[in-house]
């Protein structure tokens, strides 16, 4: 592949697969076979008489393989486990990309590059400082080197917790979870510093872009989306916006969800009795009209059946006592009226 089809307008475009690497095992075989040959040579010719000049020679040749290029032959070993990745530069330029499982052989020295060995993918955040860490759970103290291999696992990136305003104005504390993989390890590697770091920074990006287009709350009878009846369609929003935003970086966003919704503590009370007023007048307004409809249907069965006339004084007191019993809070007190309402 040429360097002018590797490079697009977002910078580096996919990845230069290297399909046919030499196989490792034959050479591991191999190149350990020359060295002991070497040096079963170099040994003979240091005891066994010969000509100075020959005998030189065949010294030199010897130890070169057997004691410096062999050794240094062995640093282009590579191990490729499932779902794993190495970029590899040689002298600065992009050399290509191991993406399958085996054991392979390439150019002793290439260096692999991985920006983010040293950032969690879970949190966004910096592991260490140095490249080189302790093993807390071994009790020996053996010490690991970060691997430059780059992970193509569906990874879950959970964000932390931020305050954004949603389309009233209202502040409100909201965390989301993605779930992403990288799926162009070159992209990952060179167009971004830090691939891990970048997402999780446009995460926050998205996020409030996304969360300014909707309400946190909104009425059923309109029929709005809001952030908390709506959560499908606003994941939805939020993962084909982060999707446009990491697409330079090789990443495919396979699901962005909300983990955790609330108001802001400085106005979490006062939304809460707006809620609760919501609430009870809501429910007022649903008693009442069955209240009403109730009141209607005695007055209407009374009059068919001609059980008892009533003039309008009287039905407005009936209506009033039926209405005072079906909407009140408490139970009502009968009173017997012993005598006329006249």
């Known amino acids: 592949m040429s360097e002018a089809n590797m490079v697009s307008s977002h910078?580096?475009?996919?990845?230069?697969?290297?399909?046919a690497p030499n196989n490792g095992m034959r050479f591991l075989v191999i190149n350990t076979l020359l060295i002991i040959v070497c040096i079963v040579g170099f040994i003979f010719c240091c005891i066994w008489p010969m000509g100075i000049l020959l005998?030189?020679?065949?010294?030199?040749v010897f130890s070169c393989y057997g004691f410096i290029i062999g050794p240094i032959l062995y640093a282009g070993l590579k191990v490729i486990k499932p779902k794993e990745a190495l970029v590899l530069t040689l002298f600065g330029r992009y050399y290509g990309t191991l993406n399958r499982e085996g054991f392979y052989f390439v150019n002793p020295f290439v260096t692999a590059v991985n920006p983010a060995a040293n950032t969690d993918p879970t949190t966004g955040n910096p592991k260490a400082k140095s490249s080189i860490e302790v093993s807390k759970g071994a009790s020996n103290g053996s010490i690991q080197l970060a691997s430059k291999k780059i992970s193509l696992k569906a990874m879950t990136l959970n964000n932390?917790?931020?305050?954004?305003?949603?389309?009233?104005?209202?502040?409100i504390i909201i965390g989301i979870v993605v779930i992403w993989k990288v799926v162009d390890s070159?992209?990952?590697?060179?167009?971004?510093?830090?691939?891990?770091?970048?997402?999780?920074?446009?995460?926050?990006?998205?996020?409030?872009?996304?969360?300014?287009?909707?309400?946190?709350?909104?009425?059923?009878?309109?029929?709005e989306k809001s952030l908390r009846g709506s959560s499908k369609n606003v994941a939805e929003d939020l993962?084909?916006?982060?999707?446009?935003?990491?697409?330079?970086?090789g990443i495919e966003i396979v699901e962005a969800r909300i983990t955790h919704l609330s108001y802001a503590p400085e106005i979490a009370a006062a939304m809460l009795q707006r809620q609760q007023a919501s609430a009870i007048i809501a429910a007022r307004q649903m008693i009442v009209e069955g209240a009403v409809g109730m009141v209607e249907m005695a007055l209407n069965q009374l009059s068919e059946h001609k059980i008892v006339e009533l003039d309008d004084e009287r039905k407005a007191a009936m209506v009033s006592n039926l209405l005072v019993v079906l909407c009140g809070n408490k139970d009502a007190q009968p009173i017997i009226n012993s005598g006329s309402i006249y």
């Open 160 to 171: 932390e917790k931020q305050k954004v305003n949603d389309s009233l104005g209202n502040p």
């Open 239 to 249: 993962k084909v916006e982060l999707q446009g935003k990491v697409d330079i970086a």
């Open 55 to 60: 005998k030189a020679s065949l010294i030199t």
């Open 186 to 223: 070159a992209k990952a590697v060179f167009n971004v510093d830090n691939y891990i770091e970048f997402l999780s920074i446009q995460c926050d990006s998205a996020l409030r872009n996304v969360v300014r287009l909707f309400p946190y709350d909104a009425s059923d009878e309109l029929g």
């Open 11 to 19: 910078g580096y475009g996919t990845d230069k697969v290297l399909d």
